[in-house]
């Protein structure tokens, strides 16, 4: 049916530009792949070890843990939300991707949090095998997220999320298979941050993403991995006065699905240790994923915001500068950031986040 071709696309070329290319036929509900935040949108998409905000619970969710340190200075709750265009070389107005978050501090146990994705694909026409109209579906998918964070010791922290990933591409059956494009899983992250005592500008993080069951469409035979994800990076505070902050960050992204269709056939869980071994010794590192950013702030008030992001040609070729800003207002923050494509006609290219941020 034109309608399940249209959704297919958008699958492919909507969440797949979020991932490397090559793995596209290795897993579904890539719209988990699309960061959020325009603060770290602007830092070429880095923020495992700069997680200190309510967009840690996609981050690093174990940046929740050091966001209440001083009752005097520190607040205990925020929330943020973000909207952004999806894709706008496209100039699809019903393609479009929402993020919100918002985290809590509770004495003597630790920070909690939530957070909701969602993309929506646009309404889609439902036609026979002779082209006639039948009906119309949209399709859309989303995730819920529920986060906890805890100090292990001051300098290290430690978070879990648990979500559900729901999935509705297509609510109606297609010819003669069993089922339709509704599916459904859930899934575990995990984070942690380390401040080291020995350099205290320097922060280490790293966050495994998206670790749970794969999601069946039609039947099991044919069910899908999600993308999970191993993220790792560092921060440096390279200037640190009382008027001017400047922080280096880096980040590395690594798909842990296989993909080798034998070994997608198994366990989730082997995706950890079997995803290393599959290819090419050389391929290992080029199916790395960097991201560098810069973030300049003036008296907590006005921040600066530059990155870019790099994949090998061979593993998505996703090649893009990012530019950014912030404003910091009593409990009130507004951030943007803006994507410079390597190539004009690329579909990221131009693509404009916005943010809102408020404590409580």
């Not at 843990?65 to 265009?85: C, K, L, S, W």
């Amino acid at each position: 049916m034109k309608a399940m071709i249209a959704v297919l696309f958008l699958m492919i070329f909507g969440a797949g530009l979020v991932s490397p290319l090559l793995a596209q036929g290795e897993a579904t509900a890539l719209f988990l792949m699309i960061n959020p935040g325009a603060r770290q949108g602007g830092t070429g998409e880095a923020g495992v070890a700069i997680a200190d905000d309510a967009n840690a619970i996609y981050w690093n969710p174990a940046g929740l843990a050091f966001q209440y340190e001083d009752p005097e200075v520190d607040q205990r709750g925020e929330a943020t939300i973000m909207h952004v265009n999806w894709l706008p070389q496209f100039n699809l107005s019903d393609l479009y991707y929402d993020f919100a978050a918002a985290r809590y501090h509770l004495n003597n146990l630790g920070t909690v949090g939530a957070a909701i994705q969602f993309i929506n694909y646009g309404d889609n026409v439902q036609t026979d095998a002779t082209g006639e109209k039948i009906g119309e579906f949209s399709s859309n998918e989303m995730a819920f997220t529920g986060s906890y964070a805890t100090k292990l010791k001051n300098n290290l922290a430690v978070g879990v999320n648990l979500k559900f990933i729901y999935s509705r591409l297509s609510p109606v059956q297609v010819d003669a298979e069993k089922g339709k494009g509704v599916g459904s899983s859930f899934a575990v992250d995990l984070g942690v941050l380390y401040h080291p005592g020995f350099a205290k500008r320097l922060s280490l993080g790293a966050n495994l993403s998206n670790v749970g069951p794969k999601i069946t469409f039609i039947d099991r035979d044919q069910a899908d991995p999600i993308p999970t994800n191993l993220r790792i990076g560092l921060a440096y505070r390279l200037m640190d006065s009382e008027f001017n902050k400047l922080t280096f960050i880096y980040d590395i992204n690594r798909l842990m699905v296989p993909r080798d269709e034998d070994k997608r056939d198994a366990s989730f869980l082997s995706y950890l240790f079997n995803t290393w071994g599959d290819g090419a010794g050389s391929d290992q590192f080029k199916r790395l994923s960097h991201a560098l950013g810069l973030e300049y702030w003036y008296t907590n008030l006005i921040a600066l915001r530059t990155g870019y992001f790099y994949e090998d040609p061979q593993f998505g070729d996703r090649k893009f500068f990012t530019f950014g800003g912030g404003v910091r207002i009593s409990f009130f923050g507004v951030d943007f950031s803006y994507i410079l494509a390597s190539k004009d006609d690329h579909p990221l290219s131009d693509t404009m986040r916005f943010s809102l941020l408020a404590n409580f």
